[in-house]
């Protein structure tokens, strides 16, 4: 079922709708919410959305508890292809837990928590930016590491990556859900403005298994899951440009990589010169590599997760 | 007046970005003044910018005290304000999100690092800032609420108001909190508008800055007399968010005074001009913001209340 979660009117003639779909399995249990679209140029999450929505709608008879898919928390973001929220220049990843009486942003974010709260799990599906390709990942807050990083293994995906707890994440919603006792774990897979199939496909076999796992699903369980690595910060290396220019990647990300290995060069197209080579500083697998060409000194061109 | 490089950094296609400072005495870092750190804070550049043609004038007239040093940057992001963003041009990322910074990190971490290395020495810091909102405020100082009260410095600008704010979760990493953290007296400044300069609120901010350097002792010169400021907290507000959409007419600006009943806006409905709502003020108050685009959305904040 189709419900409102928040409505505003826009000046002209339009409101700005919030919406998710709410599947209600044939048996009680637990409730698990689905979150993407935060940021308008992240649409990886729009694919696994649809194919859970097709999947569970048609599935109710085995479904314990219920399911709400929020597809597009910043829907004018995504019909405008705007990372931020269109009109407020805004990354309404940095606005929660939001306010009542303070701005439009805030109050849509306040009622997106408001709507989810009292949820048992909740998945908050991001791609990369425009900028970077990412394996499948979970991103966890150490702080949370223990109560979440169980759950984060159900999810078909590469790599938990345990971050320390840095002040600006909690201004997410992961961090405002998890500390209202929703257990939420943040996905980081493929890159902006784009769809990786089977990434989506991934994810929603992952999903059905922590439905499965939790006592959601009755159905048959999703087989070869993939048990993902576990890396805290200090297993993972940041390679960032040392020049502005061009940067020309030769590796694709998931490949395993020896200390030394060349990863890409940047370049001068108006002079031919090659301003700098980049290579691996570790011995490790390449997690993240730099989609955009265009870079200035201290963009990130790769992350790899070293073998230690 | 000396004018140093505080950061470079060459582009793919641009011209080399530079940070620069404008160190006015020597001696003690006493006061650092930074302006512009979105490319729309036009109004902030350019009283930092009166500020630095005030203060080369006053060190040529020997009326800066001795044994201390004043900073002033301008600017952090022309390039963003050179091409109508308002924030850095390449990742739309926000410096003042940014702080304290990471040498190693990102490009705007690597902005934020520099200028805090450059600003965490001094013992005042004071900040030409802006809000996420659209509108106007009245001039007012703003204070982060940490541990230490710096209250009593902040009456030092004599400007009618001071807001003691409670942090909220993006705070941290913005200027003010970290200098706070690194015991600067942090003071974020909100000079009226952003986009625009309002000479008026210009003029009225530099000479409150002027003050303050004279009332901290860094200045040896006549300034004009400033308000007996009044501490604000978060309690002391009360928003009035729009219930309609349309077009914003509005009847009172920041600054005005108005009486409980008093019109404050109408929106009217942008097929037909016809009134879909009115607000009105629900006591005796002082505009303190108030959203100044001519179209609004529901559920904006359309005035806020002291």
């Keep these: 079922m189709i419900k409102t979660v928040f409505s505003a009117s826009l000046p002209i003639d339009e409101k700005l709708i919030i919406q998710k779909n709410q599947i209600q399995g044939a048996f ?18 729009q694919y696994v959305c649809f194919l859970l929505s097709e999947f569970l ?5 085995k479904i314990c508890g219920t399911i709400d898919i929020y597809p597009a928390v910043n829907p004018l973001g995504i019909d405008s292809i705007t990372r931020g929220m269109p009109g407020f220049d805004l990354d309404m990843n940095r606005i929660f837990p939001g306010a009542k009486d303070t701005s439009l942003s805030d109050y849509a974010a306040y009622s997106i928590v408001e709507d989810i709260k009292t949820a048992d799990y909740a998945v908050d599906i991001h791609a990369s930016n425009i ?8 991103r966890i807050n150490v702080d949370s590491a223990s109560a979440l990083t169980g759950l984060a293994e159900m999810l078909n995906i590469d790599l938990i990556w345990i971050h320390p707890a840095a002040t600006v994440l909690e201004s997410t919603l992961a961090h405002t859900l998890n500390s209202l006792g929703v257990k939420t774990i943040v996905i980081e897979t493929g890159v902006g403005m784009r769809i ?19 006592g959601m699903w009755l159905g048959k369980a999703p087989e070869n899951i993939s048990k993902p690595i576990i890396a805290a910060t200090d297993a993972v290396s940041f390679v960032n440009a040392v020049d502005s ?6 590796k694709e990300y998931g490949v395993m990589l020896k200390k030394g290995d060349k990863i890409g060069q940047i370049v001068k197209p108006l002079s031919g010169e090659i301003l700098s080579e980049v290579f691996s500083p570790d011995d490790g697998l390449l997690m993240t590599i730099r989609a955009y060409p265009v870079v200035y000194e201290g963009s990130l061109l790769a992350r790899v997760i070293h073998n230690s | 007046m000396r004018k140093e490089i505080i950061f470079s950094m060459k582009s793919p296609y641009r011209e080399e970005f530079h940070i620069y400072g404008y160190v006015f005495g020597s001696g003690e870092k006493t006061v650092a003044v930074v302006g512009a750190m979105r490319g729309d804070e036009i109004q902030q550049q350019f009283v930092s910018s009166q500020l630095v043609r005030i203060l080369t004038d006053m060190e040529r007239c020997g009326q800066i005290t001795q044994g201390v040093e004043i900073l002033v940057i301008p600017s952090a992001n022309h390039f963003s304000m050179n091409i109508g963003k308002r924030f850095w041009p390449m990742d739309n990322t926000d410096i003042n999100r940014m702080f304290p910074g990471y040498d190693l990190g990102e490009t705007t971490q690597r902005i934020a690092s520099a200028l805090f290395d450059k600003l965490k020495k001094y013992r005042y810091g004071i900040q030409l800032a802006s809000y996420h909102f659209t509108g106007s405020f009245i001039p007012h100082v703003r204070i982060i609420k940490t541990a230490v009260d710096i209250t009593k410095e902040a009456k030092f600008f004599g400007m009618p108001y001071i807001y003691v704010k409670s942090p909220e979760p993006f705070d941290t990493v913005m200027l003010n909190y970290n200098w706070q953290i690194w015991e600067t007296k942090a003071y974020s400044v909100y000079a009226g508008t952003t986009a625009v300069i309002d000479k008026p609120a210009a003029k009225f901010t530099w000479n409150s800055i002027i003050r303050f350097l004279f009332q901290a002792g860094l200045l040896n010169c006549k300034t004009e007399p400033g308000f007996v400021s009044q501490v604000l907290e978060d309690k002391c507000f009360r928003t009035l968010t729009a219930d309609n959409a349309g077009f914003f007419y509005r009847q009172k600006s920041s600054g005005s ?8 806006a109408k929106i009217l409905n942008p097929y037909d001009g016809s009134v879909e709502g009115e607000i009105f003020s629900p006591e005796d108050a002082t505009i303190f913001f108030a959203h100044d685009k001519d179209l609004i959305s529901e559920k904006t904040a359309a005035f806020q209340l002291i």
């Design chain 1, 28 to 45: 009680p249990g637990k409730r698990l919410c689905i979150v993407t679209g935060t940021h308008g140029d992240e649409l990886e999450g």
């Design chain 1, 57 to 61: 709608n048609k599935n109710t008879d």
């Design chain 1, 131 to 138: 900028f970077l390709r990412e394996i499948p990942q979970a």
């Design chain 1, 196 to 214: 990786t199939p089977v990434y989506g496909q991934r994810l929603f076999n992952g999903i059905i298994n922590l439905m499965h796992k939790t």
């Design chain 1, 245 to 250: 220019g061009i940067f020309l990647p030769e």
């Design chain 2, 257 to 264: 005074t108005v009486r409980k009943g008093e019109l404050l």
